[in-house]
């Protein structure tokens, strides 16, 4: 009986396998086919989606590309119009300048006429530019629309303001030789708005003459306005794209098609969506959809999608747009390859389930064979699998215990073995040592990571040559080790122990045929002094390891009762200077620059001051420091570049004498994509000119990182604010630095102004340095003078500015001006 019970057993364990293999293969085979169906339409989907998010994102981009190029066109509008009028005047004074000289075998009055002649026919700007010529008294020589008023007095003339404007004329080239005029006139064929004129007047000194020229702001913006629209429908993108312009009457301003120019947009649409079109443009721009007025041959319906957006300067709406056609006509044609690929996958699975059940029916049969001779053996076998099994507990236990990689005891090891030693309480001392290996991504990263766990191993095993009964070491993670030292009594014995673990890394590591030099910082915690249970004793070791890495590569640390006070005042210093900023504690200080020639104050240094009530007075080294790190930097910046320019305006009005000013800034301001922008909105804000501020970079930060935003400091110079490398020298500075970034100024370290009176080469150094400003064309300051020997010999040298306690020590405001009232009458 127990022999046919056998055998009915047999059987089934036969069919089983038969019976799951079948159940299993038609699953499989389901859900594949289930599965092909959802990701042909999650495909066709997700194709739609994505090709409408980036249609719509590409045509967005174009807009916003044109805007912001219109706009720029119009922020240098005046600028363009100044140089253009300023280059005619001085080509009339060329003129006029020449026929002077070619002729001076003829009589003054010969060659006035000459003079006039030529230059009274002469015609510019579309015809509406002339020149006209004054006396120093105020009467006519030549105004080519006045004939009748030729050598009569105009000095009474006055425009549509009742301004002397010919006065005002004779006045400029009398104290500066030349300059730029306005006044206002109404336009001849418009006597109702007033038109605003710049004009450009340069003194003609043979004759006491006053040449000119003037244009009306409008008619140039005007100009300026056509060029652009001009170039607008010009631009192309692929076969059907460009932008159209709209004025806010409709008319159509700009078009890929010229017959539409000039037309009302509002004549091809319903007056819905016109409307449509402009709200749209109106609200921070966006998305419409229409029938197209305009349709290329190749496209088969008007439907289109557009973005749209509002330029409120000129009343103008830019856009861009795709045609839906065209975008149907894609989607159906990548759909139709997603169908084939779908439809030849789908057919790939029929082939691989027919073999996959051909295979599972081989392998089921050969499974059934095999399972009737195993069948025999299996009773054998238990015994066998019994003792395995035991041996297998055996290295589980160990692998519970011991890491993988290394073989060293693991953290749980560690639990018990330090459990053990606190319990017995023999050790006066029990040291944690947290190891960190220094630089070991750069070794992973170098040679592969087998070669960094080749590293890890060997490393490990020289741990466990330095170790005696009462010690253990275990991996921690990645490439951090913890040792316990328990058999130590004093203080010295553990420094001891933590020397062999140092000197373990004064050799090189042989790994894959690679000899590999590396270095370990160490943190030590020691109990009972630090903590009471391991958990606590590994996080002070953790702290002390912190501090360690911050000292640099390679360095031992032992815990301090300071160091958690550290890093609570770091903490608590991050949470103050949100909380500065908002209360308004950060001041400023002005240290005085002064000329080297006459030592009068020509320009200061802002330097912040944070007066907190939980600190009281902070280093400005340590809270820009934590600024930077928790990411107020950009706000404490701006507020400090506020502050100064707004003081400075105060006591030093714009002019030709004013104060200039100097602000350091942190490399980390530099990298914020708004850094420009928000700077040049607080410096407008604030009044001041901008080629009185100049902006210091610190040499030390790595020029290198920032090399990549030259366009960002071209365009802080033609802004006008000026650029410095603050402690030129002592950096990774270059001569090629000079000529790849637009610095105005380099400022002297003081560390050698301190030595090179003393020293020949720092001596030497500080004159090259001021050769090498007075070649590359700018200023040099010297920082940290305190004595008169420096004094004369930087002046000596003809260093520019000095700067330092000789002078004056940072002041506040007011200090500041009773210094410069000080220094300005002793004078």
């Not at 990645?478 to 000197?503: H, Q, T, Y």
């Amino acid at each position: 009986m127990d022999n046919s019970l056998n055998k009915n057993l047999l059987r089934i364990i036969q069919l089983i396998p038969i019976i799951l293999s079948t159940v299993f293969t038609l699953i499989i085979i389901t859900l594949l086919l289930i599965n092909n169906r959802i990701e042909l339409k999650e495909n066709i989907s997700s194709l739609r989606a994505e090709f409408n998010e980036r249609q719509k994102l590409q045509i967005k981009n174009r807009v916003d590309t044109i805007y912001q190029q219109v706009s720029y066109e119009r922020d240098r509008m005046e600028n363009l119009l100044k140089a253009d009028i300023k280059e005619k005047v001085y080509q009339a004074h060329d003129i006029a300048n020449a026929i002077y000289t070619d002729n001076d075998d003829k009589s003054a009055d010969d060659v006035q006429v000459l003079i006039v002649t030529a230059l009274k026919s002469i015609r510019f700007n579309n015809g509406r530019g002339y020149y006209f010529i004054y006396d120093m008294d105020g009467n006519n020589i030549m105004l080519p629309h006045h004939p009748d008023k030729d050598k009569t007095y105009l000095g009474d003339m006055k425009d549509s303001r009742g301004n002397y404007f010919i006065r005002e004329f004779i006045a400029l080239v009398k104290n500066k030789h030349e300059g730029f005029a306005k006044w206002w006139f109404y336009k001849p064929d418009n006597k109702v708005d007033e038109q605003e004129k710049i004009g450009f007047v340069k003194h003609f000194e043979p004759y006491g003459w006053v040449i000119g020229s003037g244009e009306y702001v409008e008619e140039f913006e005007t100009t300026v306005k056509n060029d652009l629209l001009h170039w607008i429908s010009t631009i192309r993108f692929g076969s059907n794209g460009y932008i159209f312009v709209l004025d806010d009457n409709g008319v159509i301003l700009a078009h890929q098609n010229n017959e539409l120019i000039t037309q009302v947009y509002g004549d091809y649409q319903t007056e819905e969506q016109v409307n449509i079109m402009f709200d749209t443009a109106k609200n921070n721009g966006g998305y419409v959809t229409y029938d197209s007025l305009y349709k290329p041959a190749h496209m088969t319906g008007p439907d289109k999608i557009s973005y749209v957006k509002w330029y409120p300067d000129w009343q103008w709406v830019m856009g861009s747009g795709v045609y839906v056609t065209a975008m149907e006509e894609y989607l159906q044609q990548k759909e139709h390859i997603i169908v084939q690929q779908n439809r030849m996958e789908l057919f790939a699975l029929i082939g691989f389930s027919l073999l996959l059940i051909l295979v599972v029916g081989f392998f089921t049969q050969h499974l059934r064979s095999r399972l009737t001779r195993r069948f025999s053996q299996f009773e054998a076998k238990i015994e066998t699998s019994f003792i395995k099994l035991k041996n297998a507990n055996g290295a589980m236990r160990h692998m519970t215990l011991h890491d993988p990689l290394t073989g060293l005891p693991n953290r749980t090891a560690l639990d018990t073995f330090v459990q053990q030693r606190l319990t017995d309480g023999n050790a006066e001392y029990l040291a944690i040592a947290f190891v960190d290996i220094d630089n070991f991504k750069y070794v992973n990263d170098l040679y592969g990571h087998t070669v960094g766990d080749e590293l890890l191993c060997a490393i490990s095993r020289q741990f466990e040559t330095i170790l005696d009964s009462d010690d253990m070491v275990c991996r921690f993670g990645g490439d951090e080790f913890l040792f316990c030292f328990s058999g130590v009594n004093m203080e010295v014995e553990i420094a001891a122990k933590i020397a062999k673990i140092n000197a373990i890394f004064d050799t090189k590591m042989r790994c894959s045929e690679r000899e590999i030099k590396s270095n370990c910082s160490v943190g030590v915690s020691v109990f009972p002094d630090d903590g009471q249970t391991l958990e606590v004793l590994i996080g002070k070791a953790d702290i002390a390891l912190y501090k360690a890495k911050g000292q640099g590569k390679g360095k031992i640390c032992l815990f301090e009762a300071e160091f958690d006070i550290q890093l609570k005042r770091q903490h608590l210093m991050k949470e103050e200077l949100y909380k500065a900023l908002e209360r308004g504690e950060f001041k400023v200080n002005y240290q005085p620059q002064v000329n080297v020639n006459n030592k009068q104050v020509v320009s200061v240094e802002a330097l912040c001051r944070w007066n907190s009530p939980v600190f009281g007075v902070v280093s400005p080294v340590e809270f820009i420091t934590a600024a930077e790190k928790c990411g107020a930097i950009h706000a404490l910046g701006l507020s400090i570049i506020k502050i100064a320019c707004e003081e400075m305006l105060s006591i030093s009005p714009n002019g030709h004498d004013a104060l200039a000013l100097s602000i350091n800034i942190s490399p980390i301001q530099v990298i914020e994509p708004e850094f420009f922008t928000s700077i040049k909105q607080v410096v407008n804000a604030t009044g001041i000119d901008s080629s009185r501020v100049t902006f210091e970079l610190t040499e030390s930060a790595a020029i290198d990182s920032v090399l990549g935003l030259s366009p960002l400091f071209h365009e802080l110079r033609q802004f006008g604010f000026g650029l410095s490398l603050d402690d030129f020298g002592t950096g990774f500075s270059s001569l090629s630095y000079l000529g790849d970034l637009p610095f105005s100024e380099i400022k002297i370290d003081r560390s050698f102004i301190n030595k090179f009176l003393a020293n020949e080469q720092s001596d030497a150094l500080v004159k090259t340095i001021i050769a090498i400003g007075n070649s590359f064309n700018m200023t040099v300051v010297a920082e940290g003078v305190e004595t008169q020997a420096q004094y004369e010999k930087l002046r000596h040298y003809n260093c520019d500015l000095l700067q330092g306690y000789f002078f004056a020590k940072p002041l506040c405001l007011n200090e500041l001006v009773a210094h410069i009232n000080r220094v300005s009458a002793g004078a």
